[in-house]
Nanobody, 125 residues
Framework: QVQLVESGGGSVQAGGSLRLSCAASGRTFSTIAMGWFRQAPGKEREFVAGISWTGDTTYSDSMKGRFTISRDNAKRTVYLQMNSLKPEDTAVYLC???????????????????WGQGTQVTVSS
């Protein structure tokens, strides 16, 4: 079992930045892959970024260059640094864990077994 709690969401103006955190508890954190997803009202859950237990990162093409995922295994936390935010980035952001420890963090939400409750990010123009 893995429990995930996100924090760091809020309201910002376009062009601003936020850093989201996802704290994990339960099984060994250092061997699991972590992902960030987002879901806007009326839209499907969308992959944002992922990081494997080795530290290899993957990004959605639309967010590459603006968002950075990282992890601190000692703190059992994964981060999502979001810069140059746009109104279309408004969504609930969720972190997820894949305990099978893939070399590359999956982009499909179906693969992840554990999810946090999400944190709201609102970007105004």
């Amino acid at each position: 079992q893995v429990q995930l709690v996100e924090s760091g969401g809020g309201s910002v103006q376009a062009g601003g930045s936020l850093r989201l955190s996802c704290a994990a508890s339960g099984r060994t954190f250092s061997t699991i892959a972590m992902g960030w997803f987002r879901q806007a009202p009326g839209k499907e859950r969308e992959f944002v970024a992922g990081i494997s237990w080795t530290g290899d990162t993957t990004y959605s093409d639309s967010m590459k260059g603006r968002f950075t995922i990282s992890r601190d295994n000692a703190k059992r936390t994964v981060y999502l640094q979001m810069n140059s935010l746009k109104p279309e980035d408004t969504a609930v952001y969720l972190c997820a864990a894949d305990p099978r420890g893939p070399i590359v963090a999956p982009k499909s939400a179906r693969v992840y077994d554990y999810w946090g409750q999400g944190t709201q990010v609102t970007v105004s123009s």
